[in-house]
């Protein structure tokens, strides 16, 4: 398992931007897919977007297509989600995940390890 840390998020205007990063440990990072998931309140863990090793393939919750984009740096052990256009329904807490194999990589059983999460808030 890699260990992970997330950082960047917090309180910004709807219209806004932020950019996550999440910090791994561990000398196979770039052999990882990573992952970022995110959790409101009262609501269920739910898959936000997803990079390959190899930084060629991901996928994104069709809600935040054309908004986010996730990337990774794999001579520093960090994966990036920058979060443009930010709306109210976007405010959650975010995960990062990683997993050494994935099918679809969307389904959270998929991943290995997990992040503490980061708040990122959305006002109106």
């Known amino acids: 398992q890699v260990q992970l840390v997330e950082s960047g998020g917090g309180l910004v205007q709807a219209g806004g931007s932020l950019r996550l990063s999440c910090a791994a440990s561990?000398?196979?990072?770039?052999?990882?897919?990573m992952g970022w998931f995110r959790q409101a309140p009262g609501k269920e863990r739910e898959f936000v977007a997803n990079?390959?090793?190899?930084?060629?393939?991901?996928s994104y919750l069709n809600s935040v297509k054309g908004r986010f984009t996730i990337s990774r740096d794999d001579a520093k052990n960090t994966v990036y989600l920058q979060m443009n256009s930010l709306k109210p329904e976007d405010t959650a807490v975010y995960f990062c995940?990683?997993?050494?194999?994935?099918?679809?990589?969307?389904?959270?059983?998929?991943?290995?390890?997990w992040g503490q999460g980061t708040q990122v808030t959305v006002s109106s």
């Open positions: 561990g000398r196979t990072f770039n052999s990882y897919a």
């Open positions: 990079i390959r090793s190899g930084g060629r393939t991901y």
């Open positions: 995940a990683a997993a050494r194999t994935v099918v679809t990589g969307i389904n959270r059983d998929e991943y290995d390890s």
